[in-house]
């Protein structure tokens, strides 16, 4: 039933138009779609801002309703889909607050698509055109590309910068960036897990490549298991039980052995990215406390 509905809808923006007269931008062109909009409706809005797109013969009106139909994508979380209808407004060259929104727009959903360089890139542009001081929401965003992207020194200078153009306390801006070094001094010291370490320290000392990368209960359970099977090979063989001792002696201590090294730098690995994700949530935080405190200025 949706996409029969889905198909109506888009039968009637494909075939309808001789019914409708032409848009302009001295028109009330939105009410229907931010009604809808308004309404939570949000699927249907967006087809709604995208026949005003159709129909419009102005080019402000059709990079208004663009962003809007953006916003109703957002709202159903749709950030790909968002993005890609944006690139079509990228060349716009009109109303400057107009250009600078879908610059913006376009960045976030790049971001929020997991597109971290092309937003980057998209408010690098975007600086180098409007020049500073921006908006509060562009320099958030821009720190949290830069921490994902993990440019720690850029983002320093980025946060500094940010602090210059709006901070009106020196002190608190030595506080801020203070406490961005804490953060990321802390964060980058758990990040020094080396897998490839790990696995050599447990080559020569089974279980320590695992209490390195910080799983001692796995460190603990390998080195025993690899010390009960050779004990249970000794047994055997001085019991006269060669093959068996091969099979449930020797097997096992070689699978236990070699698993362990391969286990110790896969523990390194997932711990280090588990780490990096928790200092990318710190920052994340710290950033949107500092935008709450510059807010007050």
Known sequence: MKWNNVFCLTCIFLCATHSIEKLSAAEDVFEKANTLFADGYFFEAAIEYERIIFLSESPEVRVQSNLKKAESLKQLGSFGKARSDLQRSLNYR?????????????????????????????????????????????????????????????????????MVNYAENESWTQKTLQAYDDILDKGLRALEIDPERAGILSTFLPGSGQFYAGEAGWGILNAFSQLASLAAFGVMV????????????????????????????????????????????????????????????
Not at 116 to 135: D, G
Not at 264 to 281: C, I, V, Y
Request: glycine share 6%; aromatic share 18%; hydrophobic share 45%.
């Open 94 to 162: 009109g109303n400057d607050s107009l250009r600078l929104e879908v610059l913006y727009q376009f960045a976030f959903c790049s971001f929020m698509a997991g597109f971290s360089f092309e937003a980057y890139a998209t408010l690098l542009h975007l600086r180098n055109v409007f020049k500073e001081p921006h908006e509060h929401r562009i320099y958030l965003l821009e720190s949290l590309v830069l921490t994902d992207l993990m440019h720690w020194e850029d983002l320093r200078n980025h946060l500094q910068n940010w």
């Open 238 to 297: 001085y019991n006269g039980y060669y093959i068996a001792s091969f099979f449930a002696g020797l097997g096992p201590f070689q699978s236990f052995y070699f698993g362990g090294i391969r286990q110790a730098g896969d523990l390194a690995t997932k711990n280090k990215n588990s780490r990096l994700n928790e200092l990318q949530t710190a920052l994340a935080q710290f950033f949107f406390e500092v935008e709450a405190g510059l807010l007050d200025y």
